[in-house]
């Protein structure tokens, strides 16, 4: 089983940046597609980002494109997900999923618990 653990959220302001990590436990990500999810209150699970198992070919949503971005190291055996220009509309909890390259949630294997993001205005 491979359960996955997020880091590095926490409350910034409005235009700074955070970014978060993906690290498995129990097995290595080298083999997978993995993908950045988010959730708010009261909203559905959005796709965020996702990166080919090599970091060859990445995707993301309209509403971040130009300022996340999704890379990883498969030395390190991580995901990253930098996120600049943060803006209010961004606060919600991220979560790392492998398993897939897909936009679609129920397409992946492996979910972490996720990490909050907070942005103030």
């Known amino acids: 089983q491979v359960q996955l653990v997020e880091s590095g959220g926490g409350l910034v302001q409005a235009g700074e940046s955070l970014t978060l990590s993906c690290t498995p436990s129990?097995?290595?990500?080298?083999?997978?597609?993995m993908a950045w999810f988010r959730q708010a209150p009261g909203k559905e699970r959005e796709f965020v980002s996702r990166i080919s198992w090599r970091g060859g070919s990445t995707y993301y949503a309209d509403f971040v494109k130009g300022r996340f971005t999704i890379s990883r190291d498969n030395v390190k055996n991580t995901v990253y997900l930098q996120m600049n220009s943060l803006k209010p509309e961004d606060t919600a909890v991220y979560y790392c999923?492998?398993?897939?390259?897909?936009?679609?949630?129920?397409?992946?294997?492996?979910w972490g618990q996720g990490t909050q993001v907070t942005v103030s205005s």
């Open positions: 129990g097995r290595m990500l080298s083999n997978y597609g």
């Open positions: 999923a492998a398993g897939s390259i897909s936009r679609y949630p129920l397409e992946y294997d492996y």
